[in-house]
């Protein structure tokens, strides 16, 4: 979900079709390095299945002559990867949540900003909580029906506390977060201490601990990147209170790709496919689906760190609960 967007779209022709515009001579050599071409897996739509690990199907020739088990591939020339200036990070992960009362989609999408390459992806659709069955199946038809995939959701969404297991064990997996320990959860919780952690403090000192509060459970070199402020902002707040759970540290600070874009060109940037627009890059897949918008998010991303954009932390959640934005030119 790309909130904040004010899209006109029905005046635009889809851009699918990749008919996109020559570019003045100066920029079409930077524009290069990101091809402006469809991210194709062939004619087929993604397999939803497959995306989540829990496609049984890859012998089945009916399945998979209509279903791509492969991802989109986002080219770059690698001649062109040394124009890209150095970034904070070492990793970004790009996440867009669908479904506006619970989370209903949680996609992440893995870039390296050295490379351009999407190393991994991350994908899973998600349960509520709160809701009837009878207005779960209203809401997932209301939104996946339209685009025939609310099957797939039906059969594989779990609930938002186990996505976040899984989603953590993937970002061990890639080095990107270690569990919090104990001392430093009760730190930055709070928690009424027992007694047995002030002998461990005394041992590696209070700026040792205080050290560990700061980044134990916070992303190691990573950052997520969103369109817009909503999904790390609001949404995952806000699920967080349904699902009865602290938001995870790793949710307390983000890039809002928007807000990149505005002080990188110094235009304003409404939404996605006005974003996509603006580059010349097409639409990939089906706009909100969260993966597919999250594909085509890390496409913008890529064409932005080609042409010397930096990717720094624009909003941050306080101790407090206070939200603090970063940049004096923020999107609209
Ligand atoms: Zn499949």
């Given at each position: 979900?790309?909130?904040?967007?004010?899209?006109?779209?029905?005046?635009?022709?889809?851009?699918?079709?990749?008919?996109?515009?020559?570019?003045?001579?100066?920029?079409?050599?930077?524009?290069?390095?990101?091809?402006?071409?469809?991210?194709?897996?062939?004619?087929?739509?993604l397999?939803?299945?497959?995306?989540?690990?829990?496609?049984?199907?890859?012998?089945?020739?009916?399945?998979?002559?209509?279903?791509?088990?492969?991802?989109?591939?986002?080219?770059?020339?690698?001649?062109?990867?040394?124009?890209?200036?150095?970034?904070?990070?070492?990793?970004?992960?790009?996440?867009?949540?669908?479904?506006?009362?619970?989370?209903?989609?949680?996609?992440?999408?893995?870039?390296?900003?050295?490379?351009?390459?999407?190393?991994?992806?991350?994908?899973?659709?998600?349960?509520?909580?709160?809701?009837?069955?009878?207005?779960?199946?209203?809401?997932?038809?209301?939104?996946?029906?339209?685009?025939?995939?609310?099957?797939?959701?039906?059969?594989?969404?779990?609930?938002?506390?186990?996505?976040?297991?899984?989603?953590?064990?993937?970002?061990?997996?890639?080095?990107?977060?270690?569990?919090?320990?104990?001392?430093?959860?009760?730190?930055?919780?709070?928690?009424?201490?027992?007694?047995?952690?002030?002998?461990?403090?005394?041992?590696?000192?209070?700026?040792?601990?205080?050290?560990?509060?700061?980044?134990?459970g916070?992303?190691?070199?990573?950052?997520?990147?969103?369109c817009?402020?909503?999904?790390?902002k609001?949404?995952?707040?806000?699920?967080?209170?349904?699902?009865?759970?602290?938001?995870?540290?790793?949710?307390?600070?983000?890039?809002?790709?928007?807000?990149?874009?505005?002080?990188?060109?110094?235009?304003?940037?409404?939404?996605?496919?006005?974003?996509?627009?603006d580059?010349?890059?097409?639409?990939?897949?089906?706009?909100?689906?969260?993966?597919?918008?999250?594909?085509?998010?890390?496409?913008?991303?890529?064409r932005?760190?080609?042409?010397?954009?930096?990717?720094?932390?624009?909003?941050?959640?306080?101790?407090?609960?206070?939200?603090k934005?970063?940049?004096?030119?923020?999107?609209?």
């Open positions: 979900m790309t909130m904040g967007e004010h899209e006109s779209d029905s005046s635009g022709a889809p851009s699918t079709s990749g008919g996109h515009k020559q570019t003045a001579p100066v920029d079409s050599v930077r524009e290069a390095a990101v091809e402006a071409v469809a991210p194709k897996v062939g004619t087929k739509r397999c939803y299945y497959w995306t989540q690990g829990k496609c049984d199907q890859g012998w089945n020739a009916n399945h998979t002559d209509q279903h791509a088990h492969k991802y989109p591939e986002l080219p770059v020339r690698p001649a062109d990867w040394r124009r890209v200036r150095p970034q904070p990070f070492d990793k970004y992960l790009i996440l867009d949540l669908e479904g506006r009362v619970e989370i209903l989609e949680f996609p992440v999408v893995l870039l390296d900003p050295k490379t351009l390459k999407v190393l991994d992806r991350f994908h899973r659709f998600v349960c509520p909580v709160k809701m009837s069955d009878e207005y779960i199946t209203q809401y997932v038809k209301g939104k996946y029906g339209l685009m025939g995939i609310h099957r797939v959701w039906f059969d594989t969404a779990i609930p938002f506390t186990q996505v976040l297991d899984e989603f953590e064990v993937w970002l061990e997996g890639h080095g990107l977060w270690r569990p919090p320990t104990n001392e430093s959860a009760q730190q930055t919780s709070g928690a009424e201490n027992d007694g047995s952690t002030a002998t461990s403090d005394k041992d590696q000192g209070p700026e040792a601990a205080n050290e560990a509060a700061s980044t134990s916070k992303l190691q070199n990573a950052a997520f990147v969103t817009g402020n909503w999904d790390i609001t949404k995952i707040a806000e699920q967080c209170v349904s699902s009865e759970i602290g938001i995870p540290p790793y949710f307390n600070e983000w890039i809002n790709i928007k807000d990149i874009y505005v002080n990188h060109y110094r235009r304003n940037a409404s939404g996605m496919r006005p974003m996509l627009r580059l010349q890059l097409p639409l990939w897949g089906t706009h909100h689906v969260g993966l597919d918008d999250a594909h085509n998010i890390a496409r913008i991303m890529q932005m760190l080609v042409q010397g954009a930096r990717f720094v932390i624009s909003g941050q959640r306080l101790q407090n609960g206070e939200i934005f970063l940049f004096r030119r923020r999107a609209k």
